[in-house]
């Protein structure tokens, strides 16, 4: 029950947060025009700087594992190749991007911290599985959108110097760059900028949250389904099925296992949604996944938590 209450008390917030979008729009506070501004400063600002301070914050010489490292890279690769080859079933050319990015992209630096901080009073072994993860979270999330946008029908020239430039130039893998390079030069983080760069940051999740609220179509949504329903199920319980026992196999436990859990079954990251809308798609199968992962994965995570204690993994 104390496991269900802190998830419920991770997860709830945020899709009340994406219930607020909705009704300010039913009550003509936010209008499309400013949902999409609001989308487009989180984008180019608050989630940036999010990566940016997360990363930029660790420690990698101290904190370095190499193979819990490289495990976290590899099952993320995995799930985004799998996801790939799911995505072909789709006869909607234009839905595969965000298919993909919704069935594998976690919220696993907000959610992942968190969770272990309650746990063990330390944040752990996140930071490690944020920098296996993230960065390539980010990076094959440009390269997906990009390349399945609307109007693409496949690559050429033209399309591959397009996705290169967006990958290039996309303001979240600059704030990745930007952390990763921050931290290996070993550059202290002055408590000025800490402090500024981290309320910009802040802003990120409300503001995406209610800006998807806010253009959300339940009647597009449900025309959708199908793969909003396929998405989820993949990212709440079908990652964690298979690479799990994986985790378990080679040794990793306690901190580890639960890191590995978030970055596998966590909710799909609103920035998702935030990046599908500002990269030309519809993001209305982006939106639904976040809110029905989010919806769920207080109870998933928890049922995930149990079964790991019942075999006194962690």
């Not at 904190?63 to 993320?76: D, E, G, I, R, S």
């Not at 946008?149 to 020239?157: F, V, Y």
């Not at 931290?183 to 802040?202: D, E, F, H, M, R």
């Not at 859990?261 to 909710?267: F, N, Q, R, T, V």
């Amino acid at each position: 029950m104390e496991n269900l209450i802190f998830s419920l008390n991770a997860t709830v917030p945020v899709f009340l947060m994406m219930i607020l979008g909705i009704v300010f729009r039913q009550i003509g506070w936010i209008d499309e025009v400013f949902a999409a501004k609001m989308n487009q400063f989180v984008f180019r600002v608050s989630l940036p700087a999010v990566l940016f301070i997360d990363l930029a914050g660790v420690d990698f010489v101290e904190a370095w594992n190499p193979k819990f490292v490289l495990f976290c890279f590899a099952v993320t690769f995995l799930c985004i190749l799998v996801s790939a080859l799911l995505s072909l079933l789709l006869k909607e050319r234009t839905l595969r991007g965000e298919f993909i990015q919704g069935a594998y992209r976690s919220s696993a630096a907000l959610l992942g911290i968190a969770l272990i901080q309650s746990i063990y009073g330390t944040s752990g072994m996140a930071p490690l599985m944020i920098i296996g993860s993230v960065p390539l979270y980010n990076i094959m999330a440009v390269v997906v959108l990009a390349f399945f946008q609307p109007g693409q029908s496949g690559i050429d020239g033209v399309v591959l110097k397009k996705t290169l430039k967006g990958i290039v130039t996309n303001p979240i893998i600059l704030g990745i760059v930007a952390g990763l390079l921050w931290s290996l030069l070993g550059i202290p983080i002055p408590k000025i900028l800490n402090k500024t760069v981290s309320s910009i940051g802040a802003t990120a999740t409300p503001l995406g949250l209610m800006a998807m609220g806010a253009t959300f179509n339940f009647r597009q949504a449900l025309g959708k389904k199908k793969p909003v329903f396929a998405a989820a199920f993949l990212k709440l319980v079908g990652w964690c099925a298979l690479f799990l026992p994986l985790g378990v196999a080679l040794g990793f436990r306690q901190e580890e296992l639960v890191a590995i859990l978030i970055m596998l079954g966590s909710a799909t990251t609103v920035s998702s949604f935030v990046m599908a809308r500002n990269m030309g798609h519809e993001g209305v199968l982006s939106s639904g996944v976040v809110m029905l992962t989010t919806l769920l994965s207080g109870f998933t995570i928890t049922g995930w938590l149990w079964i790991l204690r019942s075999f006194g993994l962690i």
